[in-house]
């Protein structure tokens, strides 16, 4: 029961690099999501999807990229790293029309990333 | 989607009910309130739900006062396992596109001791 998969889960960038934080899911989730979480910060949502080749911004988008080809995956791509995106990274999936009397959230376990 | 307050850290025996208030005045109607957990380094994980009724389940039991402006989670015998953050939400449920309105916060952080 594999649930919301990110990978890496550590990763050190120097400033100015790319990468991409994979998500995936198997409960074949219509809206997938992408949050950061800073120190005495609660949870920002950076960007999100309600189904493949569908993205929209959330509170802090800048600086980020997402795509959604598949309902299974939502990579969040990093263009240009810079020391204030060091944080820890969610990634969250849910049923789009609720379930019955809710659709739960489910989040991955993390990606921590530090940009020197 | 309405705020949420929380107390920012709460203490509890070992074997003990853990009582973490949350106050929800400006809920609507069509809003639940969803409890969630955070263990250190781990992602937020669903405890429970409900919308007016009182709610029970294998981890924990929600009550919801009758005017719906604050709830307690309750968790019966507090184990070491649950010292973590615990994060009250108020949201429409049958619709994720109103996820991106959620307005998480910080939570309660519940310390449980030996």
């Known amino acids: 029961n594999a649930g919301v998969t990110q990978t890496p889960k550590f990763q050190v960038l120097k400033t100015g690099q790319s990468m991409t934080l994979q998500c995936a899911q198997d409960m074949n989730h219509e809206y997938m999501s992408w949050y950061r979480q800073d120190p005495g910060m609660g949870l920002r949502l950076i960007h999100y999807s309600v189904g493949a080749g569908i993205t929209d911004q959330g509170e802090v988008p800048n600086g980020y990229n997402v795509s959604r080809s598949t309902t299974e995956d939502f990579p969040l791509r990093l263009l240009s790293a810079a020391p204030s995106q060091t944080s820890v990274y969610f990634c969250?999936?849910?049923?789009?029309?609720?379930?019955?009397?809710?659709?739960?959230?489910?989040f991955g376990e993390g990606s921590w990333l530090t940009v020197v | 989607d309405a705020k949420t307050t929380q107390p920012p850290s709460m203490d509890c025996a070992e074997g003990r009910a853990a009582n973490l208030p949350c106050n929800h005045s400006t809920i609507s109607g069509n809003e639940y309130v969803y409890w969630y957990r955070q263990i250190h380094s781990q992602g937020p994980q669903y405890i429970i739900h409900g919308l007016k009724n009182n709610e029970t389940n294998e981890m924990a039991s929600l009550i919801i006062t009758e005017d719906r402006k604050s709830s307690t989670l309750i968790l019966p015998h507090a184990t070491l396992r649950d010292t973590a953050v615990y994060y009250c939400?108020?949201?429409?449920?049958?619709?994720?596109?109103?996820?991106?309105?959620?307005?998480w916060g910080l939570g309660t952080s519940l310390a449980v001791n030996p």
């Open positions: 939400i108020v949201r429409v449920a049958s619709d994720a596109g109103n996820n991106r309105k959620l307005i």
């Open positions: 969250a999936s849910s049923y789009f029309r609720g379930a019955g009397a809710g659709n739960t959230i489910y």
